[in-house]
């Protein structure tokens, strides 16, 4: 079973820093693209942040670039996500996904077939 679990969500002020960590089982996350999504209340949600499977590019929205990294570490099965320079914008309920047959980001749709539970960041003072 095929399964994405985030952690490191959590208050933070801002301009502050979080890291989330999206660990995986039954799946190698080296082999599939991986896509951080977030979702502020009553909004849609937004895909920010990907990393291809093989290669590791790495792809971000203007609106993340230069603040948050992803990253992964092949060992732990382990997909990031560094967050600086926090803003109250940031605030939502952040979760990883993709699918296990596509492993360029580019091919990467909206529609996704596996995916974790979330974890909330709240960024306030």
């Known amino acids: 079973q095929v399964q994405l679990v985030e952690s490191g969500g959590g208050l933070a002020q801002p301009g502050g820093s979080l890291k989330l960590a999206c660990t995986a089982s039954?799946?190698?996350?080296?082999?599939?693209?991986i896509r951080w999504v977030r979702q502020a209340p009553g909004r849609e949600p937004e895909g920010f942040s990907c990393i291809n499977g093989g290669d590791g590019q790495e792809y971000y929205m203007s609106f993340v670039k230069g603040r948050f990294t992803i990253s992964r570490d092949n060992a732990k099965n382990t997909v990031y996500l560094q967050m600086n320079s926090l803003k109250s914008e940031d605030t939502g309920v952040y979760y990883c996904a993709g699918d296990p047959s596509i492993r360029q980001c580019q091919d990467l749709g909206k529609t996704y077939t596996i995916r974790g539970q979330g974890t909330q960041v709240t960024v306030s003072s």
């Open positions: 039954g799946i190698t996350l080296s082999n599939v693209a």
